[in-house]
């Protein structure tokens, strides 16, 4: 057997760790790849609903500004994160050595965050596009005047986009100071945005809690979304944590603390779904009785009056 047909040997690669990256990614490439490019797409899938029904009721109603505004930051300093770990900047080096495919599937774990962080991204603009500027012709029966009273301002939408903005110039900066100006402390500077993500993350459900609550109505937010992402969260923190290892934690904890309050966020909208369903139920039944020629309290007078006339 020729040696052009056996695997690389460790003194092939500049480094130990491309040679482990070579290696681990060599075992199954195949089986990785599919794996993770999976998750990719689940992820996109599982944002497509909350876009849909933002578009379809032409209007971001029942969605909070902060939780909007903590969502998209989280989502840039998580991306940013795993950007600038030293394991993903080690990863991105090895690219050279250990070939375009494995590259490919080493790197697909950041294809996952970045998937995610431009899902949200859009899901704040679409929340700015249908703000419902003093339009209260898409309240449901659940809400009140005094509701509607409450929401935000078409002011707090716009600061939204402006800090959202303001904060990726900023991590975008910062990062690439730390990494041309500081490489010594670029482990530090992740770590600050993966607490700053994970710290905002759980913020972030937070106000959208407190709003579906006052409301009590889930309005544009999107439950499909919810039931798709919340097993979803876990599963994608465990394939970040197989790659990143223990050192990894301030980029896949932050996902496990999301599923679990976007948990707590799902069980109260299907309370709400299930408490609105059963009023469209009791709502048929009445009016099968009045068709079946059954008076009530709004039965016009004047028609029984002409019946009885008629007798």
């Known amino acids: 057997m020729s040696t052009s047909q056996t695997s690389p040997s460790r003194c092939t690669f500049t480094s130990p760790h491309c040679f482990h990256l070579y290696a681990l990614v060599s075992q199954s ?17 599982s944002y497509l609903p909350q876009h849909y029904k933002i578009i379809s009721r032409r209007s971001s109603r029942g969605l ?19 950007l600038t770990l030293p394991e993903s900047t080690r990863d991105m080096a090895c690219c050279q050595e250990i070939g375009k495919f494995p590259c490919a599937a080493a790197l697909l774990g950041i294809a ?12 704040m603009l679409l929340f700015l596009i ?45 990062s690439v100071v730390f990494v041309y100006a500081a490489p010594s402390l670029i482990g ?30 889930v309005g544009s937010l999107s439950v499909p979304m919810m039931c798709i992402q ?30 679990c309050l976007q948990g707590c ?19 048929d039944g009445e009016e099968e009785v009045l068709a079946d020629g059954g008076d009530s309290e709004e039965t016009p007078l004047l028609g029984n009056e002409r019946a009885n006339g008629g007798r």
């Open 130 to 174: 249908f703000f419902p500027r003093g339009d209260l012709t898409n309240s449901t029966p659940n809400t009140s005047s005094d509701d509607d009273d409450s929401l935000p301002t078409w002011k707090e939408a716009v600061l939204v986009l402006a800090l959202s903005l303001a904060f990726f110039v900023f991590a975008f900066l910062g």
């Open 112 to 123: 996952q965050i970045g998937v995610q962080w431009t899902c949200f991204f859009f899901i």
């Open 230 to 259: 919340t097993p979803g969260s876990f599963v994608f923190a465990a394939s970040l944590a197989v790659r990143l290892g223990p050192r990894g934690w301030s980029a896949w904890g932050l996902f496990i603390l999301t599923g």
């Open 29 to 45: 490439p195949q089986l990785l790849t599919q794996v993770y490019s999976f998750i990719v797409v689940g992820i996109l899938v």
């Open 64 to 82: 909070s500004p902060l939780f909007v505004l903590l969502g998209t930051v989280s989502g840039t300093a998580s991306i940013a994160n795993i």
């Open 188 to 217: 530090g500077w992740a770590n600050f945005l993966g607490i700053l993500g994970t710290t905002l993350a759980a913020m972030q459900y937070i106000p959208q809690i407190i709003t579906t609550w006052k409301l009590n109505d």
């Open 265 to 283: 966020l799902l069980v109260m909208s299907l309370c709400f779904l299930w408490r609105d369903r059963k009023k469209s139920k009791g709502g």
